[in-house]
């Protein structure tokens, strides 16, 4: 399409206020508080201190412990999340497509997805009643024993957001073209080898879309471990991810006052670890990814 | 095409510049009525609860004996309030009236200058000095008006007690004695007590036994002017007489939490809860007849003491253009009208002043009968001990459960809070 100043003006016009929306409430923001994070203020003045916050959140006795734990948790939730979510994913999304379905296809997809629309805290709640050894259906103190209590929330997170890649991988197998199904059956392929040798190279693109977004969302994770476990999330600390970290160094916790540099500086660390990740995804591993043309 | 696209844009526009201007007047402070003097003083709280009590109850009591004075009741959620008033402040749009944390983030604000002094003024005559202590500057200066304490202590099913022929107890092992009982009948649980929430453990278990083997004020200024350790026999054995429950909790216990003990207790599956006084209202929401004992002391005959923990004060906003209108609010909150109006219309809390108050709720008042013969004392860690990363009160958080959950023993637990607090705690600065 030739571009005349015409079509210039009109592309302000459009992308114009969500440009200001997206600057005024994302961007600045964001910039603001990595600049924070350089600072440390109190009594009303602001020195800058360079790294210095990095280096105490880092290396500080306790609070560097703190971090640490909750950098380990976090990859561990994101761990429980991925190698669960997507296998279950992909099945669903493979038992959607199934032939045998036809008419209640639609009856599925709806039910399969409604637990990603519930809110977090209704997830979290019910869940903790289920398993609670008082009145729920398991005697063993899940949430309370620190080797269980994290992955028992990742797969409450798990059960609530695995409607998304099952999704993301119907809508790809969806997208396969009947011809090339039909060739496979001609040429004498079962539907278990058509699904493995055609199907799934077709969508294995999917997959890393799916794992990065997996990553983006659990290392901003914050809203079920502090529904279920509040802000010192426990037993012993074993459920504290960098959000709730955050929160509980931003926002100070019940003794403790607030401390919005060293938020700041938690929130920054986080936001490099995203845009680091995220980058070297898109520069290193999409590029490889093999998209075949349909 | 232009005729239909121009008329978007503005109305685009004008929307994120309502949505800018939006976020601009958030939390404005007070005005006046340019032509009467008429004064507007805003309150900041964190009791969103109690907005209606506030409103309908007490501040028409205020407005109605001070013409001329209206007074806006602003609350923040609590988990949200120290944040909040922070960045108020720091912003220069403070509320002119500001409910006090009790110890260290109040002295952290009384440091950074948002309060303006109270020394010498009547709303502080009425209160001794250890009601005054949570809202003191490091030299003993008061900065606001005690409203309310809260209490802890041990409710127990009465109807249980009676059916098993058990006495309220008095010393730790006569405690043993009845949980013993209640444990052999097999009907009922000991105690509804869980571990998932660790301030809970700390704040109506420990801080409310320990008192009696640290003997109280003496074990916790001790610890802040450095004369005394948690390693000490007095703290390792507090921590002995916690450890002491622990056969005593229902199974699965790791992962109850504060709701489900209560649950526990108020369908009458257990006969005693460890909780707070503020509580009052909901052990007794289903009807069930309900005592309330203070914590047994170690051996009989021993000063028994008894946990009285200052839970709000409420100060003046050191830059409010109100003064004069703020300062009679704060008077008015001392008289006994005040003091009495609002613990009534609050069950749980109790005044701290030094004239009696009775209280209407039966529960209430048993609660504040524990007072009589004891020796009162705070919480033991959230005076200057948790002022420092790591917080003390935080840490004995995670070391109570971890005494529960992983049986880590009293004499470890106190030598690993000692530890933490050596890090950063010089006393006598």
């Known amino acids: 399409m030739k571009r005349t100043a015409r079509s210039y003006r009109n592309l302000i016009l459009f992308s114009g206020p969500a440009l200001v929306v997206y600057a005024g409430f994302l961007v600045i923001p964001l910039i603001a508080s990595v600049v924070l994070s350089f600072f440390q203020s109190g009594k009303g003045t602001s020195t800058f201190v360079g790294f210095g916050n990095y280096v105490y959140l880092f290396t500080n006795g306790s609070t560097s412990e703190r971090f640490w734990n909750a950098l380990v948790n976090n990859f561990e939730f994101f761990g429980v999340h991925l190698l669960v979510e997507l296998p279950i994913g992909l099945l669903m999304a493979a038992l959607l497509t199934s032939s045998t379905l036809r008419r209640s296809r639609g009856v599925y997809r709806t039910l399969l997805f409604i637990p990603a629309t519930l809110s977090v805290v209704i997830v979290g709640f019910v869940w903790r009643l289920i398993i609670n050894p008082l009145w729920g259906i398991v005697d063993f103190p899940l949430l309370g024993d620190e080797n269980t209590a994290l992955p028992t929330i990742a797969l409450m997170s798990v059960w609530e957001y695995v409607g998304i890649p099952m999704i993301f991988l119907y809508t790809a197998l969806i997208a396969i073209p009947d011809d090339i199904l039909e060739a496979a059956k001609l040429d004498g392929s079962n539907a278990w080898s058509t699904f493995w040798r055609v199907k799934f190279p077709l969508i294995a693109p999917q997959f890393g879309l799916i794992a990065i977004l997996t990553y983006i969302w659990t290392f901003n994770g914050f809203d079920i471990i502090y529904a279920l476990n509040g802000s010192a999330p426990g037993p012993d600390y074993s459920t504290d991810i960098l959000g709730t970290l955050f929160y509980r160094t931003f926002f100070g916790s019940s003794g403790q006052v607030a401390d919005p540099d060293l938020g700041a500086t938690v929130a920054s660390v986080v936001f490099f670890l995203i845009l680091i990740i995220t980058a070297l995804y898109f520069f290193v591993v999409q590029r490889r990814l093999k998209n075949y043309e349909l | ?429």
């Open chain 2, 1 to 429: 095409m232009r005729s239909k696209l121009v008329p978007i844009a503005i109305t685009t526009a004008s929307l994120v510049m309502l949505g800018l201007a939006g976020c601009s007047t958030g939390g404005s402070s007070s005005s006046t009525d340019a032509a009467g003097g008429d004064v507007t003083l805003t309150l900041a709280t964190w009791r969103t609860e109690d907005t209606a009590m506030w409103e309908d109850e007490i501040l028409p009591a205020f407005e109605s004996s001070h013409p001329g004075i209206t007074v806006d009741y602003a609350p923040v959620g609590t988990d949200d309030y120290n944040a909040a008033i922070q960045s108020q402040i720091e912003g220069g749009t403070g509320a002119d009236l500001i409910m006090c944390r009790p110890f260290d983030v109040n002295r952290a604000w009384i440091d950074d200058g948002y309060f303006a002094p109270l020394k010498g003024t009547d709303a502080v005559s009425h209160f001794d000095e250890t009601a005054l202590a949570a809202w003191t500057d490091t030299d003993g200066n008061p900065f606001c008006v005690p409203t309310a304490s809260v209490l802890a202590g041990f409710y127990y099913n009465t109807a249980i007690f009676d059916e098993l022929g058990l006495k309220v107890p008095t010393t730790q092992a006569e405690l043993l004695d009845v949980l013993d009982t209640i444990k052999q009948s097999g009907k009922y649980e000991p105690l509804a007590l869980g571990s998932a929430d660790g301030w809970q453990l700390a704040y109506n278990v420990l801080y409310s036994m320990g008192p009696n083997y640290w003997n109280g004020e003496e074990g916790r200024l001790g610890l802040i002017d450095g004369s005394q350790k948690l390693t000490d026999p007095d703290f390792v054995a507090a921590f002995d007489a916690f450890d002491s429950l622990k056969p005593y909790l229902p199974a699965g216990y790791e992962s109850l939490t504060y709701e489900d003990m209560m649950q526990l207790f108020t369908l009458g599956k257990a006969a005693i809860i460890p909780d707070g006084s503020w509580d009052i209202s909901a052990a007794t929401a289903t009807g069930l007849d309900v005592g309330v004992f203070g914590a047994p002391v170690a051996k009989a005959g021993d000063q028994r003491y008894q946990q009285e923990m200052p839970d709000q004060g409420i100060g003046m906003n050191a830059k409010t253009e109100h003064q004069e209108a703020a300062q009679q609010f704060l008077d008015w909150l001392a008289t006994p009208e005040f003091q009495s109006l609002y613990v009534n219309k609050l069950p749980g809390f109790f005044a701290m002043g030094d004239e009696p108050v009775t209280y209407d709720d039966p529960l209430a008042q048993k609660f504040a009968d524990l007072k009589t013969d004891a020796e009162l004392t705070p919480r033991l860690a959230l005076d200057r001990l948790s002022a420092g990363t790591p917080p003390l009160d935080d840490e004995i958080w995670v070391a109570l459960q971890n005494m529960y959950n992983s049986d880590l023993s009293a004499k470890d637990a106190t030598a690993e809070l000692q530890a933490g607090l050596d890090t950063w705690y010089k006393p006598g600065q």
